[in-house]
Nanobody
Framework: QVQLVESGGGLVQAGGSLRLSCAAS????????MGWFRQAPGKEREFVAA????????YYTDSVKGRFTISRENYKNTVYLQMNSLKPEDTAVYYC??????????????????????WGQGTQVTVSS
């Protein structure tokens, strides 16, 4: 069982930056690929970014490429999402998720929501124009 707690959300003006953090419980954090998803009002939850359990591979949805960076510090059981050049359309609740990939290669990641086993409660990001 893994518990995930997101933090770092808030209100920011367009063009600004935020860094989201997701702290995981347990001693097997490096067995999980990690992902960030978001859900805007009235829309379905969508994939944002993912990172392999080793951290050597990352993947982003097209709309955030070049603006967002996902990273992780396994010794801190934490994954981050650095968000720069924020736009009003980035406004959403952002969720951290963990995908158990212990028996997969260290570079393995998924971007399908159904592949993820554990989810945080989410943190609100609001970008004003």
């Amino acid at each position: 069982q893994v518990q995930l707690v997101e933090s770092g959300g808030g209100l920011v003006q367009a063009g600004g930056s935020l860094r989201l953090s997701c702290a995981a419980s347990g001693r097997t954090f490096n067995s999980y690929a990690m992902g960030w998803f978001r859900q805007a009002p009235g829309k379905e939850r969508e994939f944002v970014a993912a990172i392999s359990r080793s951290g050597i591979r990352t993947y982003y949805t097209d709309s955030v490429k070049g603006r967002f960076t996902i990273s992780r510090e396994n010794y801190k059981n934490t994954v981050y999402l650095q968000m720069n050049s924020l736009k009003p359309e980035d406004t959403a609740v952002y969720y951290c998720a963990a995908d158990l990939v212990l028996n997969k290669p260290s570079y393995y990641i998924e971007y399908g929501e159904g592949s993820y086993d554990y989810w945080g409660q989410g943190t609100q990001v609001t970008v004003s124009s």
